[in-house]
């Protein structure tokens, strides 16, 4: 069952000419997990933000075609109603703090008394928030108190606490150092392996070449494929679009080294180790 339903979805910020994104169409399953590449400008944030959305309700300017997200036409629904199924991590940790909380259990529950449930249940929800995010351990502490991979953790247990079924992470390490991205980077592995259906815009190709069922590649607001990461890794016109392939790609296109099952170029250590080790 296609959980996102995206039908010739057009928009043109406002004062532009030019369209950020331009006839989009496609669908995601249940419980997949797609990676969103392409070059600066390709239109990845301003896809998240229509998934989420804010195109059209915050960023107004010209929209055409349907999003659909868990059953909600994002267009007719407002934003708040849209957020506690499609939960948006944005790249600054700190923008997503509320600023007016003294612990990270009070900001994670912040977004639960907002939505109105009983204090147990929210007690409940951050504590399975907090284990999931692994942050129990700083749970007494502020919030601005915290390294960029832990503050970043706290702005994803904030939005899991209210049990979105679409997890959408922009560039969610960008801002990170190596060792925070990595926290960031196995928590999503764990919602992923949960069962969330999850869209992560990033420039890391190894990195969504290790998690993501697969890669929708924009250019110029459209899709120039969405398909197994093999597939869209092992294209010749990768740099025509400013994408370089991940590192086990590259290495295995220099060897002529393909997955004997798939016919494309493997895109993990891993997958490039299964290769080699089945010749030798
Ligand atoms: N607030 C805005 N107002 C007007 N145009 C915008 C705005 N934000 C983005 N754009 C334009 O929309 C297009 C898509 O930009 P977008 O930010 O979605 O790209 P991106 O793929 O996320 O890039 P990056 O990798 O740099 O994050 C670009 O042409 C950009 O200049
Ligand atoms: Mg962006």
């Known amino acids: 069952m296609s959980i996102i339903q995206v039908e010739g979805l057009k928009y043109k910020y406002p004062d532009s000419d030019k369209l950020a994104l331009n006839d989009l169409s496609f669908n995601v399953n249940e419980g997949e997990f797609i990676g969103l590449a392409g070059r600066n400008t390709a239109g990845k944030s301003t896809l998240c933000f229509a998934l989420a959305g804010l195109v059209p309700h915050f960023f107004n300017g010209g929209y055409g075609g349907k999003v659909i997200v868990d059953g909600l036409e994002v267009r007719q629904h407002e934003v708040g109603e849209i957020s506690t199924r499609v939960g948006l991590v944005f790249e600054n940790p700190f923008s997503q703090m509320t600023g007016s909380k003294y612990t990270v259990f009070e900001e994670i529950a912040f977004g639960l008394e907002n939505m109105g449930l009983e204090r147990n249940e929210i007690i409940q929800r951050v504590e399975e928030s907090l284990a999931l995010l692994d942050i129990v351990a700083i749970k007494d502490k502020n919030p601005f108190d915290l390294s960029g991979g832990q503050m ?12 979105p079924k679409i997890l959408i992470l922009d560039e969610p390490t960008s801002q990170l150092d190596p060792q925070g991205s990595e926290e960031v980077f196995k928590v999503v ?9 999850i869209i992560m815009a990033e420039h890391k190709m190894d990195k969504l070449a290790q998690y993501a069922d697969r890669i929708l590649l924009l250019d110029n607001g459209q899709i120039v494929d969405f398909d197994c990461p093999g597939k869209v890794f092992s294209r010749d016109d990768l740099h025509g679009f400013g994408m370089e392939a991940p590192a086990a790609t590259r290495i295995s296109k220099a060897l002529g080294i393909k997955n004997k099952e798939t016919g494309y170029f493997p895109v993990t250590i891993k997958e490039l180790a299964d290769e080699i080790g089945d010749k030798l």
């Open 189 to 197: 592995e764990n919602l992923a392996n949960e069962g969330m259906t």
């Open 152 to 163: 970043q953790r706290v702005a994803i247990a904030s939005i899991i606490a209210m049990k």
